[in-house]
Protein backbone atom coordinates (compact mmCIF):
# COMPACT_ATOMS: atom_id res chain seq x y z
CA UNK A 1 0.00 0.00 0.00
CA UNK A 2 0.89 3.66 -0.75
CA UNK A 3 2.54 4.49 3.00
CA UNK A 4 2.88 8.50 2.42
CA UNK A 5 1.04 11.96 1.71
CA UNK A 6 2.77 13.89 -1.72
CA UNK A 7 3.41 17.23 -0.25
CA UNK A 8 2.51 19.56 -3.60
CA UNK A 9 3.02 23.21 -2.81
CA UNK A 10 1.78 26.02 -4.94
CA UNK A 11 5.08 26.13 -7.00
CA UNK A 12 4.95 22.26 -7.30
CA UNK A 13 1.43 22.26 -8.37
CA UNK A 14 1.98 25.41 -11.51
CA UNK A 15 5.23 23.75 -12.57
CA UNK A 16 3.03 20.36 -12.99
CA UNK A 17 0.31 22.68 -14.93
CA UNK A 18 2.78 24.14 -17.11
CA UNK A 19 4.46 20.88 -18.04
CA UNK A 20 1.02 19.51 -18.83
CA UNK A 21 0.07 22.47 -21.05
CA UNK A 22 3.98 21.57 -22.88
CA UNK A 23 2.64 18.02 -23.35
CA UNK A 24 -0.31 19.00 -25.12
CA UNK A 25 1.33 21.52 -27.26
CA UNK A 26 4.13 18.35 -28.33
CA UNK A 27 1.80 16.49 -28.67
CA UNK A 28 -0.02 18.09 -31.13
CA UNK A 29 1.82 20.38 -33.15
CA UNK A 30 5.31 17.44 -33.18
CA UNK A 31 3.58 14.47 -32.86
CA UNK A 32 6.08 14.25 -29.60
CA UNK A 33 5.34 12.32 -26.46
CA UNK A 34 4.96 14.60 -24.03
CA UNK A 35 7.32 12.51 -21.57
CA UNK A 36 10.38 13.97 -22.50
CA UNK A 37 9.17 16.78 -20.42
CA UNK A 38 6.91 14.89 -17.97
CA UNK A 39 9.66 12.22 -17.20
CA UNK A 40 12.27 15.44 -15.96
CA UNK A 41 9.96 17.28 -14.29
CA UNK A 42 8.25 14.12 -12.37
CA UNK A 43 12.03 13.73 -11.23
CA UNK A 44 12.42 17.40 -10.04
CA UNK A 45 9.22 17.30 -8.49
CA UNK A 46 8.32 13.88 -6.84
CA UNK A 47 11.43 14.30 -4.54
CA UNK A 48 10.72 17.84 -3.51
CA UNK A 49 7.26 16.56 -2.61
CA UNK A 50 9.26 13.85 -0.28
CA UNK A 51 8.81 10.64 -2.61
CA UNK A 52 12.41 8.51 -2.32
CA UNK A 53 14.24 9.19 -5.75
CA UNK A 54 14.31 5.07 -6.31
CA UNK A 55 10.69 5.29 -6.22
CA UNK A 56 10.24 8.36 -7.84
CA UNK A 57 11.70 7.43 -10.78
CA UNK A 58 9.54 4.47 -11.86
CA UNK A 59 6.82 6.40 -10.39
CA UNK A 60 8.38 9.37 -13.38
CA UNK A 61 7.94 6.93 -15.71
CA UNK A 62 4.61 5.50 -15.25
CA UNK A 63 3.10 8.32 -14.80
CA UNK A 64 4.50 9.96 -18.29
CA UNK A 65 3.07 7.18 -19.80
CA UNK A 66 -0.31 7.68 -18.52
CA UNK A 67 0.27 11.39 -19.77
CA UNK A 68 1.57 10.76 -23.23
CA UNK A 69 -1.59 8.14 -23.76
CA UNK A 70 -4.17 10.72 -22.41
CA UNK A 71 -2.64 13.93 -24.37
CA UNK A 72 -2.38 11.53 -27.66
CA UNK A 73 -5.84 10.39 -27.60
CA UNK A 74 -6.96 14.43 -28.92
CA UNK A 75 -4.55 14.71 -30.69
CA UNK A 76 -4.18 11.45 -32.50
CA UNK A 77 -8.01 11.92 -32.99
CA UNK A 78 -7.54 15.48 -34.55
CA UNK A 79 -4.88 14.25 -36.91
CA UNK A 80 -6.83 11.39 -38.37
CA UNK A 81 -10.11 13.82 -38.63
CA UNK A 82 -7.94 15.80 -41.08
CA UNK A 83 -6.66 12.83 -42.88
CA UNK A 84 -2.83 13.00 -42.37
CA UNK A 85 -2.42 9.60 -40.62
CA UNK A 86 -0.72 7.18 -43.28
CA UNK A 87 -2.57 3.77 -42.57
CA UNK A 88 0.28 1.98 -45.07
CA UNK A 89 2.77 3.47 -42.69
CA UNK A 90 1.42 2.68 -39.53
CA UNK A 91 0.64 -0.98 -40.74
CA UNK A 92 4.48 -1.48 -42.04
CA UNK A 93 5.67 0.05 -38.20
CA UNK A 94 3.47 -1.11 -36.05
CA UNK A 95 4.22 -4.82 -35.42
CA UNK A 96 7.68 -3.76 -34.69
CA UNK A 97 7.10 -1.08 -32.63
CA UNK A 98 4.94 -3.15 -30.35
CA UNK A 99 7.79 -5.87 -30.66
CA UNK A 100 9.84 -3.27 -29.40
CA UNK A 101 7.72 -2.16 -26.38
CA UNK A 102 7.32 -5.80 -25.03
CA UNK A 103 11.72 -5.74 -24.86
CA UNK A 104 11.36 -2.06 -23.27
CA UNK A 105 9.42 -3.00 -20.64
CA UNK A 106 12.11 -5.71 -19.85
CA UNK A 107 14.73 -3.77 -19.81
CA UNK A 108 12.63 -0.88 -17.53
CA UNK A 109 12.77 -3.22 -14.47
CA UNK A 110 15.93 -5.26 -15.01
CA UNK A 111 17.62 -1.76 -14.97
CA UNK A 112 18.44 -0.09 -11.80
CA UNK A 113 17.25 3.24 -11.54
CA UNK A 114 20.34 5.83 -12.28
CA UNK A 115 21.09 3.50 -15.64
CA UNK A 116 17.01 4.45 -16.89
CA UNK A 117 18.27 8.67 -15.81
CA UNK A 118 21.38 8.23 -17.89
CA UNK A 119 19.60 6.33 -20.75
CA UNK A 120 17.00 9.48 -20.47
CA UNK A 121 19.94 11.73 -20.89
CA UNK A 122 21.35 9.99 -23.83
CA UNK A 123 18.19 9.92 -25.78
CA UNK A 124 17.42 13.61 -25.09
CA UNK A 125 20.65 14.75 -26.34
CA UNK A 126 20.29 12.50 -29.87
CA UNK A 127 16.87 13.63 -30.24
CA UNK A 128 18.44 17.19 -29.90
CA UNK A 129 20.63 16.56 -32.61
CA UNK A 130 18.15 14.28 -34.90
CA UNK A 131 16.01 18.03 -34.68
CA UNK A 132 18.65 20.05 -35.72
CA UNK A 133 20.37 18.46 -38.04
CA UNK A 134 17.76 16.71 -39.42
CA UNK A 135 17.54 18.66 -42.88
CA UNK A 136 20.90 17.63 -43.70
CA UNK A 137 20.51 14.41 -42.62
CA UNK A 138 17.03 13.34 -44.17
CA UNK A 139 17.34 11.06 -47.07
CA UNK A 140 15.29 11.39 -50.04
CA UNK A 141 11.16 11.05 -49.86
CA UNK A 142 10.43 7.26 -49.59
CA UNK A 143 8.22 6.02 -52.38
CA UNK A 144 4.72 4.89 -52.16
CA UNK A 145 4.02 1.65 -50.22
CA UNK A 146 7.88 1.79 -48.74
CA UNK A 147 8.47 0.37 -45.30
CA UNK A 148 11.03 3.02 -43.88
CA UNK A 149 13.15 1.95 -41.70
CA UNK A 150 12.54 -2.09 -42.19
CA UNK A 151 11.51 -3.55 -38.53
CA UNK A 152 14.97 -2.30 -36.75
CA UNK A 153 13.66 1.20 -36.92
CA UNK A 154 10.21 0.19 -34.95
CA UNK A 155 11.58 -1.69 -32.99
CA UNK A 156 14.24 0.45 -31.51
CA UNK A 157 12.18 3.40 -31.48
CA UNK A 158 9.50 1.08 -29.32
CA UNK A 159 12.34 -0.10 -26.91
CA UNK A 160 13.67 3.02 -25.91
CA UNK A 161 10.07 4.67 -25.23
CA UNK A 162 8.48 2.02 -23.62
CA UNK A 163 11.82 1.78 -21.10
CA UNK A 164 12.61 5.35 -20.55
CA UNK A 165 8.70 6.57 -20.87
CA UNK A 166 9.49 9.34 -23.83
CA UNK A 167 6.63 8.12 -26.46
CA UNK A 168 6.66 6.30 -29.24
CA UNK A 169 6.49 9.20 -31.61
CA UNK A 170 9.18 11.20 -29.81
CA UNK A 171 11.11 9.40 -31.67
CA UNK A 172 9.13 7.52 -34.15
CA UNK A 173 8.21 11.05 -35.93
CA UNK A 174 11.95 12.37 -35.96
CA UNK A 175 13.32 8.95 -37.51
CA UNK A 176 10.60 9.07 -40.09
CA UNK A 177 11.17 12.35 -41.07
CA UNK A 178 14.45 11.24 -41.53
CA UNK A 179 13.99 8.32 -43.46
CA UNK A 180 11.72 10.70 -45.79
CA UNK A 181 8.59 10.60 -44.89
CA UNK A 182 7.10 13.95 -45.27
CA UNK A 183 6.96 15.78 -41.77
CA UNK A 184 3.31 16.20 -41.83
CA UNK A 185 2.68 12.36 -42.06
CA UNK A 186 5.15 11.86 -39.78
CA UNK A 187 3.63 14.05 -37.32
CA UNK A 188 0.50 12.02 -37.54
CA UNK A 189 1.98 8.92 -37.04
CA UNK A 190 3.61 9.51 -34.49
CA UNK A 191 1.21 10.60 -32.04
CA UNK A 192 -0.34 7.26 -33.17
CA UNK A 193 3.09 5.62 -32.10
CA UNK A 194 2.72 7.26 -29.03
CA UNK A 195 -0.70 5.03 -27.81
CA UNK A 196 0.66 1.89 -29.82
CA UNK A 197 3.69 2.28 -26.91
CA UNK A 198 2.13 3.74 -24.03
CA UNK A 199 -1.24 2.02 -23.57
CA UNK A 200 0.84 -1.19 -22.83
CA UNK A 201 3.48 0.44 -21.25
CA UNK A 202 0.97 1.95 -18.84
CA UNK A 203 -0.40 -1.26 -17.97
CA UNK A 204 2.65 -2.82 -16.84
CA UNK A 205 3.65 0.08 -14.62
CA UNK A 206 0.28 -0.03 -13.04
CA UNK A 207 -0.04 -3.90 -12.30
CA UNK A 208 4.16 -3.72 -11.38
CA UNK A 209 3.70 -0.78 -8.86
CA UNK A 210 0.79 -2.72 -6.87
CA UNK A 211 1.94 -2.65 -3.42
CA UNK A 212 5.05 -1.65 -3.80
CA UNK A 213 7.00 0.38 -0.78
CA UNK A 214 7.56 4.16 -1.36
CA UNK A 215 4.32 5.40 -3.63
CA UNK A 216 2.42 8.56 -2.81
CA UNK A 217 -0.97 8.11 -1.26
CA UNK A 218 -3.83 7.41 -4.13
CA UNK A 219 -1.16 6.03 -6.70
CA UNK A 220 -2.02 3.64 -8.89
CA UNK A 221 0.57 1.30 -9.06
CA UNK A 222 3.35 3.20 -10.29
CA UNK A 223 1.25 5.95 -11.84
CA UNK A 224 1.11 8.95 -8.82
CA UNK A 225 -2.74 10.42 -9.30
CA UNK A 226 -2.36 13.81 -8.38
CA UNK A 227 0.32 14.64 -10.27
CA UNK A 228 -1.58 12.86 -13.29
CA UNK A 229 -4.35 14.99 -12.95
CA UNK A 230 -2.47 18.30 -13.09
CA UNK A 231 -0.80 16.91 -16.20
CA UNK A 232 -3.55 15.62 -18.03
CA UNK A 233 -6.26 18.09 -18.13
CA UNK A 234 -4.19 20.97 -19.52
CA UNK A 235 -2.54 18.53 -22.14
CA UNK A 236 -5.90 16.81 -23.00
CA UNK A 237 -7.59 20.95 -23.67
CA UNK A 238 -4.29 22.32 -25.68
CA UNK A 239 -3.69 18.79 -27.55
CA UNK A 240 -6.73 19.22 -30.33
CA UNK A 241 -5.62 22.72 -30.85
CA UNK A 242 -2.41 22.04 -31.64
CA UNK A 243 -2.87 19.27 -33.90
CA UNK A 244 -5.38 21.75 -35.71
CA UNK A 245 -2.47 24.32 -35.80
CA UNK A 246 0.42 21.33 -37.13
CA UNK A 247 -1.36 21.39 -40.53
CA UNK A 248 -0.16 25.13 -41.24
CA UNK A 249 2.25 26.19 -39.13
CA UNK A 250 5.98 26.18 -40.15
CA UNK A 251 7.39 23.96 -37.21
CA UNK A 252 11.01 24.71 -37.94
CA UNK A 253 11.54 27.21 -34.91
CA UNK A 254 9.32 24.73 -33.13
CA UNK A 255 11.82 22.37 -33.96
CA UNK A 256 14.91 24.31 -33.04
CA UNK A 257 13.19 25.39 -29.47
CA UNK A 258 12.39 21.70 -28.53
CA UNK A 259 16.03 20.78 -29.29
CA UNK A 260 17.27 23.56 -26.69
CA UNK A 261 15.02 22.21 -24.34
CA UNK A 262 16.30 18.58 -24.99
CA UNK A 263 19.66 19.64 -24.68
CA UNK A 264 18.99 21.81 -21.28
CA UNK A 265 17.27 18.64 -20.07
CA UNK A 266 20.05 16.23 -21.11
CA UNK A 267 22.34 18.64 -18.85
CA UNK A 268 20.28 18.53 -15.99
CA UNK A 269 20.32 14.94 -15.83
CA UNK A 270 23.81 14.37 -16.35
CA UNK A 271 24.06 17.02 -13.06
CA UNK A 272 21.80 15.14 -11.43
CA UNK A 273 23.61 11.72 -12.15
CA UNK A 274 26.90 13.33 -11.08
CA UNK A 275 25.43 14.44 -7.56
CA UNK A 276 24.38 18.10 -8.25
Do not use: K
Not at 14 to 35: D, E, F, H, K, W
Not at 113 to 119: E, K, P, T
Not at 216 to 241: E, F, H, I, K, Q
Amino acid sequence: MPDMLIDLGPGLVAILLAAGVATGLLSGLLGIGGGVVVVPVLLEVLPAAGVAPDAATRLAIGTAHAAVLLASLPAAAAHARAGRVDRGLLGAWLPGLAAGTVAGLVVAWAAPAGALVAGFAVVSTVLAVLLLLGERLRRGAAPAGARPGGVAAPAGVGLLASALGIGGGTLGGPVLALLGVGLHRAIAAGAVFNLVVSAPALAAFVVAGLGAAGRPAGSLGYVAMVPLLLLAVPAMAVAPAAARLAGRLPVGLLRQIFAGCMVAIAARLVWRLAGG
